[in-house]
């Protein structure tokens, strides 16, 4: 959700220096990348023998060597290594996946670490806090980051409540520039989402906590006369090693505040291997490697067989959007499924100004017309998939803290390949000619967003 507003910021936004995306010309030709793909799972790091043989089962035999080379150079790139013996289950709209959430903070034993942009003070968000609350008072230490712009509009009565009640509570980067003189970073905004419980079971993708998530879309849903659309989303629970990575994104980001440090827990139990997939945690921050950015990039550029994304918010850069381009012009089937309403909308018309160069270029552009978009995933080649909170926009790769996971492997990837073709069946194609049949009022939006994308 774009809770971020212009008007939250005012003259500041001007005043601020304005940050850069890295130049991956270098990524287009061979790096320095490992022969073998670096592998660690429960008992450690795994040798390039055993590293080398679970990826030969694991990517399956049509792809396997670009998939392999593709695994090295994103390990090049990103610094981040493969790890396996995860159990990755697909979990699609609110209702779903706010069960599952809260199933597992049901059970919480230890610790409960919870990091999001939006927290709302509405019948889900009570909900939500309410059950978080009673596991303070079982002895459960709950710890929460939420980004200070995403909960503008939530009463800090909710947060006190919390608070009063044992909650460890940090707030991401206040609004007012007098919390941190001379470190004030009003536009780098936490939009992650991460929920760990007890260092053994983990949470991400796009869900916020807010009442939008109470009602589904109608993804898979056999009731097509339904009036009003719930929101299509994503998110991804994890058991297994994996489970230790995302908990460490969530411990940096808290000790990078340099607030009140958290109560000494166990956080990181030992994790057993608890399935068969194999995945890459990957997370940014503004100023930071750029590790999210740089995967997608290697990803596309890539592609040999198919590109297939879905994305609530879509206002690329010049490399991403390239590379795409490319991609479709060397037989890629590239198909992008976009919102056709959403809650930003300024970011909307910023992505309407690229149909026509993405339509010229081959790519085939979709808008979800079942459901308010605001999932964030991509399945590329049929292997490589990635569900996460970051958006194909300068907002995220950018300005926001961001986290996603990589899952390698067919059998996942036919996961994600069936929720795609699922969602084109709620989506209408745009045509090249019907787009330049738009009004003139409508070009003139797209252009006065193109101009503010930077800050959207």
Same mark, same amino acid.
């Given at each position: 959700?774009?809770?971020?507003?212009?008007?939250?910021?005012?003259?500041?936004?001007?005043?601020?220096?304005?940050?850069?995306?890295?130049?991956?010309?270098?990524?287009?030709?061979?790096?320095?990348?490992?022969?073998?793909?670096?592998?660690?799972?429960?008992?450690?790091?795994?040798?390039?023998?055993?590293?080398?043989?679970?990826?030969?089962?694991?990517?399956?035999?049509?792809?396997?060597?670009?998939?392999?080379?593709?695994?090295?150079?994103?390990?090049?790139?990103?610094?981040?290594?493969?790890?396996?013996?995860?159990?990755?289950?697909?979990?699609?709209?609110?209702?779903?996946?706010?069960?599952?959430?809260?199933?597992?903070?049901?059970?919480?034993?230890?610790?409960?670490?919870?990091?999001?942009?939006?927290?709302?003070?509405?019948?889900?968000?009570?909900?939500?806090?309410?059950?978080?609350?009673?596991?303070?008072?079982?002895?459960?230490?709950?710890?929460?980051?939420?980004?200070?712009?995403?909960?503008?509009?939530?009463?800090?009565?909710?947060?006190?409540?919390?608070?009063?009640?044992?909650?460890?509570?940090?707030?991401?980067?206040? =609004?007012?520039?007098?919390?941190? *003189?001379? &470190?004030?970073?009003?536009?780098?905004? #936490?939009?992650?989402? +991460? $929920?760990?419980?007890?260092?053994?079971?983990?949470?991400?993708?796009?869900?916020?906590?807010?009442?939008?998530?109470?009602?589904?879309?109608?993804?898979?849903?056999?009731?097509?006369?339904?009036?009003?659309?719930?929101?299509?989303?994503?998110?991804?629970?994890?058991?297994?090693?994996?489970?230790?990575?995302?908990?460490?994104?969530?411990?940096?980001?808290?000790?990078?505040?340099?607030?009140?440090?958290?109560?000494?827990?166990?956080?990181?139990?030992?994790?057993?291997?608890?399935?068969?997939?194999?995945?890459?945690?990957?997370?940014?921050?503004?100023?930071?490697?750029?590790?999210?950015?740089?995967?997608?990039?290697?990803?596309?550029?890539?592609?040999?067989?198919?590109?297939?994304?879905?994305?609530?918010?879509?206002?690329?850069? =010049?490399?991403?959007?390239?590379? *795409?381009? &490319?991609?479709?012009?060397?037989?890629? #089937?590239?198909?992008? +499924? $976009?919102?056709?309403?959403?809650?930003?909308?300024?970011?909307?018309?910023?992505?309407?100004?690229?149909?026509?160069?993405?339509?010229?270029?081959?790519?085939?552009?979709?808008?979800?017309?079942?459901?308010?978009?605001?999932?964030?995933?991509?399945?590329?080649?049929?292997?490589?998939?990635?569900?996460?909170?970051?958006?194909?926009?300068?907002?995220?790769?950018?300005?926001?803290?961001?986290?996603?996971?990589?899952?390698?492997?067919?059998?996942?990837?036919?996961?994600?390949?069936?929720?795609?073709?699922?969602?084109?069946?709620?989506?209408?194609?745009?045509?090249?000619?019907?787009?330049?049949?738009?009004?003139?009022?409508?070009?003139?939006?797209?252009?006065?967003?193109?101009?503010?994308?930077?800050?959207?």
């Amino acid at each position: 959700m774009r809770s971020l507003r212009l008007w939250a910021f005012g003259p500041c936004l001007l005043l601020s220096a304005c940050a850069r995306l890295p130049d991956l010309n270098h990524l287009k030709a061979p790096v320095q990348s490992p022969a073998n793909p670096s592998v660690v799972n429960s008992q450690g790091r795994m040798t390039s023998k055993a590293a080398a043989a679970l990826l030969a089962r694991r990517l399956g035999p049509s792809n396997r060597d670009a998939a392999v080379m593709l695994a090295g150079l994103e390990e090049a790139a990103t610094g981040r290594p493969l790890i396996a013996g995860n159990k990755v289950t697909l979990l699609f709209d609110g209702p779903v996946i706010m069960a599952a959430m809260m199933e597992a903070i049901s059970a919480a034993k230890e610790t409960i670490n919870l990091e999001t942009y939006l927290f709302d003070q509405d019948p889900l968000g009570t909900k939500f806090a309410d059950l978080l609350i009673a596991k303070q008072k079982e002895g459960v230490q709950v710890s929460i980051i939420y980004d200070s712009v995403g909960t503008l509009g939530t009463p800090q009565v909710f947060f006190d409540r919390m608070q009063q009640a044992g909650i460890r509570l940090l707030p991401f980067h206040p =609004v007012s520039p007098f919390h941190k *003189l001379g &470190r004030w970073r009003i536009n780098n905004r #936490d939009h992650r989402k +991460i $929920l760990v419980v007890d260092g053994k079971v983990a949470f991400t993708g796009g869900v916020n906590i807010t009442a939008a998530y109470a009602r589904s879309s109608l993804f898979r849903s056999k009731a097509k006369n339904r009036t009003s659309v719930g929101w299509r989303d994503t998110h991804i629970q994890i058991e297994g090693p994996a489970v230790a990575a995302l908990q460490w994104v969530f411990l940096d980001n808290w000790a990078s505040q340099k607030e009140v440090d958290l109560p000494v827990r166990d956080y990181l139990p030992p994790l057993p291997q608890m399935g068969n997939q194999v995945l890459r945690v990957l997370s940014s921050r503004p100023g930071g490697d750029f590790e999210i950015y740089k995967a997608h990039f290697l990803a596309i550029e890539g592609a040999t067989k198919s590109i297939h994304i879905t994305v609530a918010y879509f206002v690329p850069d =010049v490399q991403i959007m390239d590379a *795409l381009v &490319r991609a479709a012009q060397r037989g890629v #089937d590239v198909k992008i +499924i $976009l919102p056709s309403v959403s809650d930003g909308g300024l970011v909307l018309q910023a992505g309407h100004s690229f149909y026509r160069r993405m339509l010229e270029g081959g790519i085939k552009v979709f808008e979800l017309r079942t459901a308010v978009l605001h999932a964030k995933t991509a399945v590329i080649d049929g292997s490589w998939s990635t569900v996460g909170s970051t958006n194909l926009d300068m907002r995220s790769f950018l300005h926001n803290k961001e986290v996603n996971v990589v899952v390698l492997g067919d059998d996942f990837g036919r996961e994600m390949e069936r929720a795609f073709q699922d969602d084109l069946k709620g989506a209408d194609q745009i045509s090249l000619e019907r787009w330049k049949q738009r009004p003139h009022g409508q070009r003139f939006k797209e252009w006065v967003a193109r101009l503010l994308s930077y800050w959207l």
